[in-house]
């Protein structure tokens, strides 16, 4: 099967930049492809940023500019790099793989990792 593990999460300063990864392990023969989420209490979970299996990317309007999704695929690892971080952006942000798992594909969400932006 396969798990992803999300690392980077933390507090940081309005303006301030954060990196988070998610590092993917199990058995799996490829990633299909790659998306980052967040979810604030009392809100439905949104999508921030997604990578094709052929390497492009879309991204939420009110992040453009702002964030860059990418991945090592060495290391089955996907990035979300943050910078010129807002309050606004305060979420749990959760890591998204669809991977081909046997015959067929699974999707796979990671444990969440908490982003708070706050002075």
């Known amino acids: 099967q396969v798990q992803l593990v999300e690392s980077g999460g933390g507090l940081v300063q309005p303006g301030g930049s954060l990196r988070l990864s998610c590092a993917a392990s199990?058995?799996?023969?490829?990633?299909?492809?790659m998306g980052w989420f967040r979810q604030t209490p009392g809100k439905q979970r949104e999508l921030v940023a997604t990578?094709?299996?052929?390497?492009?990317?879309s991204y939420r309007d009110s992040v453009k500019g702002r964030f860059t999704i990418s991945r090592d695929n060495a290391k089955n690892t996907a990035f979300l790099q943050m910078n010129s971080l807002k309050p606004e952006d305060t979420a749990v942000y959760y890591c998204?793989?669809?991977?081909?798992?046997?015959?067929?594909?699974?999707?796979?969400w990671g444990q969440g990792t908490l982003v708070t932006v706050s002075s």
């Open positions: 998204q793989v669809v991977a081909a798992v046997g015959s067929g594909y699974r999707q796979v």
């Open positions: 199990g058995s799996f023969s490829s990633i299909n492809g």
């Open positions: 990578m094709t299996r052929g390497g492009n990317t």
